[in-house]
């Protein structure tokens, strides 16, 4: 009798372990990540806040528009992102730049402002070109993260994380798009990310809304800039996207 209360006990401790497990900061967020990495399409709306500052003078450029995604978790996928990037160069001209990009037959087709032009390339790189703003980090595993925590508001659980800054470099698009700092101020420049964190606000299971900031810095030529990456992605459906591509066959090919 003493030995089956004792494995009764036992069994009881076990499965509420395993119920607790269920419900960490860290298996949520695993579970809400494979579903949109599952999910047959998804449209998101951005909005992308890149600062440059240095000497008390600082440039901005503001990208915002609609992504849709075929298959965001696949080996390939199809993409549409059609947006406006406003531009302060701190000349009191503000510049209004429309920017397109799409992605399909493994190929991305960017059109700025009428300058249309295409380059070969597979999904991964595809992601990473398009920057940390355009694909959810939803392909971090709980454990990336150097701090992640809890909390429930409105019927939704609120997840905010940091990230290791020596594991920055791992965002989807972030250590690409950072390296550009190189191809601008030279090989010379040291680049060095300084803090990752944000959050992510779940709904029945999914992920539907996250936000990223991204701090670091650019020593180039005796002078240091500092950058801030702010970015807001709110997923608006979970479903296959209606993605209708434009005319693509004008665009010029760039070799890499």
Not at 8 to 23: D, P, R
Not at 174 to 180: L, V
Request: with cysteine.
């Amino acid at each position: 009798m003493k030995r089956r209360m004792a494995l009764l006990l036992v069994m009881g401790i076990m499965m509420s372990m395993a119920a607790c497990g269920s419900n960490t900061p860290e298996a949520i967020y695993e579970s809400a990540a494979k579903k949109y990495k599952k999910a047959d399409g998804v449209e998101q709306t951005l909005k992308s806040q890149l600062t440059v500052e240095e000497s008390g003078n600082s440039m901005d450029a503001i990208l915002q528009g609609i992504l849709k995604i075929q298959e965001p978790g696949g080996n390939t996928g199809t993409v549409a992102f059609e947006g406006n990037m406003d531009v302060d160069m701190a000349t009191g001209i503000p510049m209004n730049v429309p920017l397109s990009y799409y992605y399909t037959d493994e190929y991305m087709y960017t059109n700025m402002s009428g300058t249309q032009y295409k380059i070969k390339m597979d999904w991964g790189e595809a992601q990473n070109q398009m920057g940390p703003g355009m694909i959810l980090m939803a392909h971090l595993s709980g454990s990336d993260f150097q701090e992640i925590k809890m909390t429930e508001q409105d019927n939704q659980t609120l997840l905010t994380f940091t990230v290791k800054p020596e594991q920055a470099e791992n965002i989807v698009g972030a250590g690409a798009q950072w390296s550009q700092y190189k191809v601008i101020y030279g090989e010379d420049a040291k680049v060095t990310f300084q803090s990752a964190g944000g959050s992510f606000t779940i709904r029945d299971g999914y992920i539907v809304q996250e936000t990223l900031k991204l701090t670091g810095t650019v020593q180039t030529g005796g002078k240091t800039l500092s950058i801030i990456h702010d970015i807001i992605i709110d997923v608006d459906s979970y479903k296959a996207a209606d993605i209708s591509l434009p005319e693509l066959g004008s665009y010029l090919e760039i070799a890499r």
